[in-house]
C-alpha cells in the first residue's frame, strides 16, 4: 500500500503541493520548499519540454553503438547576453543556453557550446510545468531565445550542410529543450541541437530527420558532455561568477 504523501521538511500532510520542477516531492507552503532547496536542487531534475520552432521531427531512434563523442570543441562564452529593452528595475532570470552545432553525424568534429542568457523573469515564468498559459506566447519566447543567442553560437561560420547538396550553409535548424528549474532555482537550461543547412527543400527531410535520430538525449557519449556543460553553467550562476 502506498505510503500518503508528506511536506518533504515538516512531514505534515493534507494539501500539498509538489516540486514543479521534478514532481518526486511536495511541500504544504513555500516557506518549507525554501528550507528544502539548497538541500534538494542538488537531486532535483526536470523533466523534458520540447519546442522545436522549425518542424516536427521524426521519433527518435535509438543510435548505433559505434557512436562516440571523440573530440568535443567547447565554445565558452562566459559572459551574459541580455535581451532588448531590460530596464534596470526589470526582474530578471538566467538560461543556461548549451548544446550542439554543426553536422552531429560527424563525432569527431561535433561543436559544443555555451552561454548565458538574461532576460524578464516573466518570460521565463510561461515555461512553468504548471502555467497552461499561452502557447503561442511560449513559442515566441523560445523564437526569442534562439534569436538572441544565434550570433554567439558558432559566429555564423559556414559549415557543409547536412544535406547531399555538397554545398557549405550558415543557417541553423533548432531543436531547442527548455528545462524549467523551479521559481526557486538560481537558473534555468536550455539545450539547442543547431544543425547546419542550405535552405534547400530536398534537404529538409535530412535536417529533420537527423533532429530526431542524434539529439542528445539518444546519443550517450554526447548526452554526457553537453550535461557537463550544463553542470558547469549552472555552477558559475549560483556562485556569481558570471
Not at 531534475?45 to 521531427?57: D, K, M, R
Not at 562516440?68 to 535581451?83: G, N, Q, V
Not at 538566467?94 to 518570460?123: I, K, Q
Request: aromatic content about 8%.
Amino acid at each position: 500500500m502506498a505510503q500518503p504523501l508528506t511536506c518533504n521538511v515538516c512531514s505534515t500532510s493534507g494539501k500539498l503541493k509538489k516540486c514543479s520542477r521534478c514532481s518526486t516531492v511536495a511541500y504544504c507552503s513555500r516557506t518549507c520548499q525554501k528550507l528544502a532547496w539548497p538541500t534538494h536542487k542538488q537531486t532535483c531534475t526536470s523533466p523534458i519540454y520540447i519546442y522545436n520552432i522549425t518542424a516536427t521531427a521524426p521519433p527518435a531512434r535509438p543510435p548505433p553503438p559505434e557512436s562516440r563523442l571523440l573530440t568535443p570543441t567547447r565554445t565558452l562564452l562566459p559572459t551574459r547576453i541580455p535581451f532588448p529593452n531590460i530596464t534596470p528595475t526589470t526582474p530578471t532570470s538566467t538560461l543556461t543556453y548549451v548544446g550542439l552545432v554543426g553536422d552531429p553525424r560527424t563525432p569527431t568534429t561535433h561543436e559544443l557550446f555555451r552561454c548565458f542568457l538574461t532576460l524578464p523573469t516573466a518570460s521565463i515564468l510561461l515555461f512553468n510545468p504548471d502555467n497552461f498559459g499561452d502557447l503561442a506566447a511560449r513559442g515566441a519566447i523560445s523564437s526569442s531565445i534562439v534569436g538572441a543567442a544565434a550570433d554567439a553560437i558558432g559566429a555564423k561560420k559556414e559549415r557543409p550542410c547536412v544535406g547531399t547538396c555538397g554545398q557549405m550553409g550558415k543557417k541553423y535548424r533548432h531543436l531547442l529543450e527548455v528545462y524549467w528549474g523551479g521559481e526557486e532555482a538560481a537558473t534555468h537550461d536550455v539545450v539547442d541541437v543547431a544543425i547546419i543547412w542550405c535552405e534547400r527543400k530536398e534537404c529538409e527531410e535530412a535536417v529533420m530527420r537527423l533532429q530526431g535520430e542524434y539529439g542528445w538525449r539518444n546519443w550517450k557519449e554526447l548526452g554526457k558532455a553537453i550535461q557537463v556543460l550544463v553542470d558547469e553553467g549552472r555552477e558559475m550562476v549560483e556562485n556569481g561568477r558570471i
